[in-house]
């Protein structure tokens, strides 16, 4: 069973109420609100965040940052917009899909995406998406989730993904996200893991390669 985009939106749509309060506890557990202070520091320029949630990542974006954010969920941008007034923040919100990005070539210095592939219906077309919108010497901060490279814990990501799946809107939680990036034409800068293996901090830009054959 595969989820729609849409279906998946409206697990997002019912779950936003309470959306912050389980997920703070599952990333206080796993240390990410220091890995995304560690990664977002290095945004620079005119930032796309895509799948930005309830904005979690905008306390840690440099204030020189002018920041798009896009969700398909308009329930979960309404909660983005008002951490954003609480944090003083103006970011340009949009209701979006990732895999269908309306803003042209080269738009962005910098595109983010942190825990969002695994619920993308096909995170490979969305990454090409953001290859296209970013600039050739631009970069893609990712923070994701994916199988471990433990390997007792990979075989039970393996085991209960199918469950993991139904129960949380569609989420892979046993994918690659490092192929994803390759398989999008993205050139990986660097790519440690944390967290048992599990968490996954990759750097990337458009492949340079890429970009010599279609001038």
Request: with cysteine; net charge positive; hydrophobic share 40%.
């Amino acid at each position: 069973m595969e989820f729609t985009q849409d279906e998946i939106r409206q697990g997002y749509d019912k779950a936003a109420p309470w959306y912050d309060l389980q997920i703070s506890i599952v990333e206080g557990l796993m240390g990410i609100a220091r890995l995304r202070r560690k990664l977002l520091r290095k945004a620079t320029g005119k930032v796309l965040e895509i799948a930005v949630g309830t904005g979690r990542n905008f306390p840690y974006y440099p204030r020189s940052c002018a920041i798009t954010a896009i969700d398909p969920s308009q329930q979960m941008l309404e909660l983005a917009h008002r951490r954003a007034e609480t944090l003083k923040m103006h970011p340009q919100l949009q209701t979006m899909d990732a895999q269908a990005l309306v803003f042209p070539d080269h738009s962005f210095d910098t595109v983010v995406s942190s825990l969002s592939l695994c619920t993308i219906p096909d995170p490979v077309c969305a990454l090409r998406e953001v290859a296209r919108v970013c600039r050739p010497d631009g970069k893609a901060l990712l923070l994701e989730h994916g199988r471990s490279n433990t390997q007792w814990l990979a075989r039970l990501q393996d085991r209960f993904s199918d469950a993991w799946y139904r129960q949380h809107c569609g989420c892979r939680w046993n994918h690659e996200p490092v192929q994803f990036v390759e398989d999008a034409g993205l050139e990986v800068l660097s790519h440690r893991r944390s967290f048992f293996g599990i968490l996954h901090i990759i750097e990337a830009r458009p492949d340079q390669r890429l970009s010599q054959v279609t001038k």
